[in-house]
């Protein structure tokens, strides 16, 4: 498989971006599939990855540890940030959770520089103190992440979806996602289940951002910008949010699509872009909706009759 991928562009690292991709995609899934326009999911990544970046780098913890701690950590952030941004709808609070990732990245830039700062005024002298590298990000991370993991991971979150989507707490979701005030009305805890939501979406995040910093090694709070955010939507808006499998194959197809048409490296962006606007106009509930093909196929067949 991997030969044939190859022949295509796609090496065994452009394969490991897909699947973190995938991973992300899940990750905003959750707030999507419960009618939540959430754009925190880039934050929390970034989140995980420091958090799995600074054990690995300087306590010399393997991957297992990074992992859990990166992911339970971008979970706990979510818990007080979820309790009164979720309050909000729609446009505000994608607005408010853009906002949460600014403030997660500016941290991250100028963290070193505060702490440098009070312990120069605590002990008079000029301190040089380096933790998160500021706007240079953390390096040398070793490399951890293998295929193998990425594949086992996404296969246990398909896993736990398909059985959350069978079971009371899902249907809950799916009743908030088509009416908030009647699922209220139904005795369902709306702001309980959209905070469990929230957080189980961070921590889908954070352990993406674990996987994806012991990837590529070296780290920067500019790969976890508003331009992650808006990828990350990309992948659910390309698959659907329907299903579990629309976020896998939306994250797959935009982070393979750059590496096959790397001949045409200037017009990449032009290509992806034009995807996204053919999808949006013609299958505006992503690539796996079984009601977009059937609309699509129906004016297919009343252009040729």
């Given at each position: 498989m991997?030969?044939?991928?190859?022949s295509?562009?796609i090496t065994?690292?452009?394969?490991?971006?897909?699947?973190?991709?995938?991973i992300m995609?899940?990750s905003i899934?959750?707030?999507?599939?419960?009618?939540m326009?959430s754009?925190?999911?880039?934050?929390?990544?970034?989140?995980?990855?420091?958090v799995?970046?600074?054990?690995?780098?300087?306590l010399?913890?393997?991957l297992g540890v990074?992992?859990?701690?990166?992911a339970?950590?971008?979970g706990?952030?979510a818990?007080?940030i979820?309790?009164?941004?979720l309050?909000?709808?729609d446009?505000?609070?994608?607005?408010?959770?853009?906002?949460f990732?600014?403030?997660v990245?500016?941290?991250l830039?100028?963290f070193d520089?505060v702490?440098?700062e009070i312990?120069?005024?605590q002990?008079?002298?000029?301190?040089?103190?380096e933790?998160?590298g500021?706007?240079?990000g953390?390096?040398?991370?070793p490399?951890y992440?293998?295929?193998?993991?990425?594949?086992l991971?996404?296969l246990?979150?398909?896993f736990?979806?398909?059985?959350l989507?069978r079971?009371r707490?899902g249907?809950?979701?799916?009743a908030?996602?088509q009416?908030e005030k009647?699922?209220a009305?139904l005795?369902?805890n709306v702001v309980?289940?959209?905070?469990?939501v929230?957080?189980?979406?961070?921590v889908?995040?954070?352990?993406g951002?674990?996987?994806f910093a012991?990837?590529?090694?070296?780290i920067?709070?500019?790969m976890?910008?508003?331009?992650?955010a808006?990828?990350?939507?990309?992948?659910?808006?390309l698959g659907g949010?329907t299903?579990?499998?629309?976020?896998?194959v939306?994250g797959?197809?935009?982070?393979g699509i750059p590496e096959i048409l790397r001949?045409s490296?200037?017009?990449r962006?032009?290509f992806?872009?034009?995807?996204?606007?053919?999808?949006i106009?013609y299958?505006?509930g992503g690539l796996?909706n079984?009601?977009?093909w059937?609309?699509?196929?129906?004016?297919v067949?009343?252009?040729?009759?």
């Amino acid at each position: 498989m991997l030969e044939w991928l190859s022949s295509l562009g796609i090496t065994e690292v452009v394969l490991q971006l897909m699947l973190i991709s995938a991973i992300m995609g899940l990750s905003i899934y959750f707030t999507l599939y419960t009618g939540m326009f959430s754009l925190a999911n880039a934050a929390f990544m970034a989140i995980g990855a420091y958090v799995g970046a600074l054990l690995s780098t300087q306590l010399d913890q393997p991957l297992g540890v990074c992992l859990i701690a990166g992911a339970l950590i971008a979970g706990l952030i979510a818990i007080p940030i979820g309790w009164p941004v979720l309050r909000l709808r729609d446009i505000y609070l994608a607005i408010a959770t853009i906002g949460f990732g600014e403030i997660v990245r500016i941290f991250l830039i100028n963290f070193d520089n505060v702490i440098a700062e009070i312990l120069r005024n605590q002990t008079g002298e000029r301190v040089r103190y380096e933790l998160l590298g500021g706007a240079r990000g953390i390096r040398t991370i070793p490399t951890y992440t293998e295929t193998w993991h990425l594949i086992l991971f996404v296969l246990i979150l398909t896993f736990l979806i398909t059985r959350l989507h069978r079971s009371r707490f899902g249907r809950a979701m799916a009743a908030i996602r088509q009416d908030e005030k009647a699922a209220a009305n139904l005795g369902i805890n709306v702001v309980y289940v959209k905070n469990v939501v929230f957080v189980i979406g961070a921590v889908i995040a954070g352990a993406g951002g674990v996987f994806f910093a012991h990837l590529i090694r070296n780290i920067t709070p500019s790969m976890f910008g508003f331009d992650r955010a808006v990828d990350i939507l990309a992948y659910a808006v390309l698959g659907g949010v329907t299903s579990w499998i629309g976020p896998i194959v939306g994250g797959l197809t935009l982070t393979g699509i750059p590496e096959i048409l790397r001949f045409s490296q200037d017009y990449r962006g032009v290509f992806i872009g034009l995807v996204l606007l053919l999808i949006i106009v013609y299958f505006p509930g992503g690539l796996i909706n079984p009601t977009a093909w059937r609309a699509f196929w129906q004016r297919v067949r009343r252009t040729h009759a």
